[in-house]
């Protein structure tokens, strides 16, 4: 399989993380990946959520047959997430149970951040 890859930027689209998703098991029906949709609209739901709840636009997401994996990425312009503080619950256990689906990396940016999550096509 050659590389493919496709981005979409999420700051003006209403409903991003719902949009995010959609994008993601259009895209992968249409690539042939359809063993991956579940897995990957997953990622892509807590990633995108990450990104624009606790991130700074401009977020963006790209998905990217490489290297025997699709590669999911988020893009943001925060360079690191606020830390939590005690008594807050908002924080989940979402990147946790991601980094069991993939292999979850994070690339600062001069401007920013992103976080990519890498799932072999053999899955």
């Known amino acids: 399989m050659y590389a493919r890859s496709r981005t979409w930027n999420l700051d003006d689209v209403p409903a991003p993380v719902r949009h995010a998703r959609s994008a993601t098991v259009s895209t992968l029906t249409e690539w ?3 063993a991956l949709v579940d897995t990957a609209a997953l990622l892509v739901s807590e990633l995108v959520t990450n990104a624009v709840r606790h991130g ?3 977020v963006r997401l790209t998905l990217a ?3 025997g994996a699709l590669n999911v990425g988020v893009r943001d312009a925060l360079p690191d ?3 939590p503080r005690p008594g807050d ?3 989940g256990f979402g990147l ?3 980094t069991a689906l993939a292999e979850l990396t994070t690339t600062p940016l001069p401007v920013g951040k992103i976080v990519e ?3 072999p096509l053999a899955h």
């Open 56 to 58: 700074k636009p401009p």
């Open 89 to 91: 619950e908002t924080g």
């Open 81 to 83: 997430p606020p830390e």
């Open 65 to 67: 047959v490489r290297d």
């Open 117 to 119: 999550a890498r799932i």
């Open 32 to 34: 042939g990946l359809t």
């Open 96 to 98: 946790t149970v991601l």
